[in-house]
């Protein structure tokens, strides 16, 4: 099976533009979860959508935005990007159905965004 | 508030010696828990959970983990740490919430081991 797969693998913005990043998950897999990662913060959650819906949401300021696509797919937007927005950007997926699941997530190797 | 910690920023090992990662959670109910390993320049790898059962559970690479529900903790264990094991080790709660649940991450322990 395909892993998570995530685009673009580096990106390089200016102050105030915006960015959509991509993620694939493994096929089955209808949970799919954003994080951002950077070396102060760790890792902090976005939001995750499951079945086209945001299901829950972390405490990122409006400007994180994100949608989730009948196959699965998700796709995540920053707008009017700012410096403090460089992090490498992850995509979890995992089965995570209602009726039960295993849980885990798989994780795609990242975005790397660097705002200048 | 909920929260997991992962008290060492790094830990360091000989190859050959038994290792541990600490990690220790406040979250209400009854949460699943998680160990992951990032690797330079990839995402984060599934290693081990527990969600019910045996304290002690076995996962991928040798890495055990025993879960503590007196102390809440979770800590990551190997019996004969290899340098190849070298990477940021991070421990993850799942728990439920507001009809929903949430993951929280650690904020990752750099294992180095030494040859």
């Known amino acids: 099976k395909a892993g998570v797969t995530q685009t673009p693998r580096y990106l390089i913005k200016t102050r105030g533009q915006q960015v959509t990043l991509s993620c694939s998950p493994i096929?089955?897999?209808?949970?799919v979860s954003w994080y951002q990662q950077t070396p102060g913060q760790g890792l902090q959650f976005l939001f995750e959508?499951?079945?086209?819906?945001?299901?829950n949401k972390g405490n990122f300021p409006g400007r994180f935005s994100g949608r989730q696509f009948s196959n699965s797919r998700s796709e995540m937007n920053v707008s009017t990007l700012e410096l403090g927005d460089s992090a490498l950007y992850l995509c979890?997926?995992?089965?995570?159905?209602?009726?039960?699941?295993?849980?885990?997530?798989?994780f795609g190797p990242g975005t790397r965004l660097t705002v200048t | 508030a909920q929260s997991v910690a992962q008290p060492e920023d790094q830990v360091n090992v000989a190859e050959g010696n038994p290792l541990t990662v600490k990690c220790t959670y406040s979250?209400?109910?009854?949460?699943?828990l998680f160990w992951y390993v990032q690797y330079p320049n990839r995402g984060l790898q599934f290693l081990l959970k527990?969600?019910?059962?045996?304290?002690l559970v076995k996962g991928s690479y040798g890495f055990e983990a025993e879960f503590n529900k007196s102390q809440t903790s979770f800590h990551l264990k190997k019996p004969s740490a290899l340098v190849s094991d070298s990477a940021l080790y991070f421990c993850?709660?799942?728990?439920?919430?507001?009809?929903?649940?949430?993951?929280?991450f650690g904020t990752g322990t750099r294992l180095k081991v030494l040859a």
């Open positions: 979890a997926s995992s089965l995570n159905n209602l009726a039960g699941g295993t849980y885990e997530q798989y």
């Open positions: 096929s089955g897999h209808r949970s």
């Open positions: 959508y499951f079945s086209e819906t945001q299901r």
């Open positions: 979250v209400s109910g009854n949460p699943y």
């Open positions: 527990y969600i019910t059962g045996d304290n």
């Open positions: 993850a709660v799942r728990f439920p919430t507001s009809g929903t649940y949430k993951y929280i």
